[in-house]
């Protein structure tokens, strides 16, 4: 097979030799070419670059300035759940090099040898990644750190809109479980006047559920899938909507309380000032916990252009990229030497880089066996069904 790119002229030189068999060798060059050092990769692939991550992931122009610094064009589509991105891997062919699967996909993804193994040699600014973080990601998801590198970290949670939410309360005080606001019918059948929003996946919403009525989050178990959707029944003709656009439904007033990620209600906080509107927005800190993710970049086992995507990588992990990230989308980086140039404002909204009281109540993400997927995705949309 031909290979796509070539290690350096010296390697090319040996691969050309041995295919053209009787070919003789080019005549030696006088004097070797100070440019090009013997080490130096050529890449010739295509300049293509096929990108899905999340929705409202990345700041504008971080893409334009990849593609002009690199001649790279870049194709980037979105996505809103995990399922999407998974039924498109598992499918084959996606066309995409770049994809992001939460970590608790990303398992599964490498198990089942839907994502490539990263060249590491090709992403020196790795070391920028703080080690705690990524031993974690070894440990729970990717044995040695091979296939994944974190684009961002937070966490599932409720968000309100705190003038409608007080406003529908009325005289009943807020609950100390910010969770009861969106699975306890005391409040919802008082919160459904200003809209309830849940996110719209099975995995989403059912770990949730579990961890609120004290089951593990993460069980594997389709019983406990049943006890969870016996207490979501309870609240299901209170939840407005079932939201791919959550951004869009806390700030523009569609929903007052939502099941939805930390730095989208941080960015639909952001929104509705930007819009001149009084209402407050906020994300949650409940005090059993909130279910952290990690997203992560991976390179898809049939990518045709790796060596793009790991120019990609590369680029993403400088500091002042993955800091723009922070700044601009409201989530964690994982990226140690990128914190000093975090704004002091965001580095200090513990909504978004929680403090470590608050960390040790969180709950770490796992993974599902793909039954447990399944069924999973059977209870809920039945829950979504029944009315
Ligand atoms: C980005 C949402 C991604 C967080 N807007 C959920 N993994």
């Excluded at 295919?19 to 003789?24: F, I, L, M, N, P």
């Excluded at 080490?39 to 700041?59: F, G, H, R, S």
Aim: glycine letters at 6%.
């Amino acid at each position: 097979m031909m290979k796509k790119y070539l290690w350096s002229f010296a390697l090319s030189a040996i691969v050309l030799a041995g295919c053209g068999k009787k070919e003789e060798l080019p005549a030696p060059v006088a004097a070797p070419v100070a440019s090009a050092p013997a080490t130096a990769p050529v890449n010739t692939e295509e300049k293509v670059l096929n990108i899905y991550n999340w929705a409202d992931y990345i700041p504008d122009g971080m893409i334009a300035t990849f593609e002009k610094e690199t001649g790279i064009k870049v194709n980037y589509d979105s996505f809103e759940t995990n399922e999407a991105l998974h039924a498109k891997l598992v499918a084959g062919n996606s066309g995409y090099d770049i994809v992001v699967p939460g970590s608790v996909f990303a398992k599964p993804q490498i198990e089942g040898g839907l994502l490539q193994a990263l060249d590491k040699s090709k992403i020196p600014n790795l070391s920028n990644l703080d080690t705690p973080m990524m031993a974690t990601l070894a440990k729970y998801t990717d044995p040695d750190n091979k296939h994944l590198v974190p684009w961002a970290w937070g966490f599932t949670t409720v968000g309100i809109n705190k003038n409608k939410v007080a406003k529908a309360l009325g005289e009943t005080p807020m609950p100390e479980n910010a969770w009861d606001l969106v699975f306890k019918p005391e409040y919802t059948s008082k919160l459904k006047s200003c809209g309830i929003a849940y996110l719209d996946s099975p995995t989403e919403i059912i770990p949730v559920a579990l961890h609120y009525i004290g089951k593990d989050a993460y069980s594997n178990d389709p019983a406990d899938y049943k006890l969870a959707t016996d207490m979501l029944a309870k609240v299901r003709k209170d939840v407005r909507i079932f939201s791919s656009t959550m951004i869009d439904d806390i700030a523009g007033g569609k929903a007052c309380v939502a099941i939805g990620w930390s730095g989208d209600i941080n960015l639909a906080a952001d929104r509705a000032k930007e819009n001149q509107s009084k209402d407050e927005i906020e994300a949650m800190l409940p005090n059993t916990g909130a279910l952290i993710f990690f997203d992560t970049i991976a390179i898809t086992k049939d990518a045709r252009h790796p060596n793009n995507a790991h120019a990609f990588i590369d680029f993403y992990l400088r500091p002042e990229n993955a800091a723009l990230m922070a700044n601009e989308m409201n989530y964690p980086t994982a990226n140690k030497a990128a914190m000093h140039l975090v704004n002091p404002e965001i580095a200090a909204n513990k909504t978004i880089f929680v403090e470590s009281d608050y960390l040790a109540k969180m709950i770490p993400p796992s993974s599902f066996s793909n039954e447990a997927r399944e069924a999973m995705a059977n209870a809920y949309n039945s829950f979504k069904k029944g009315k």
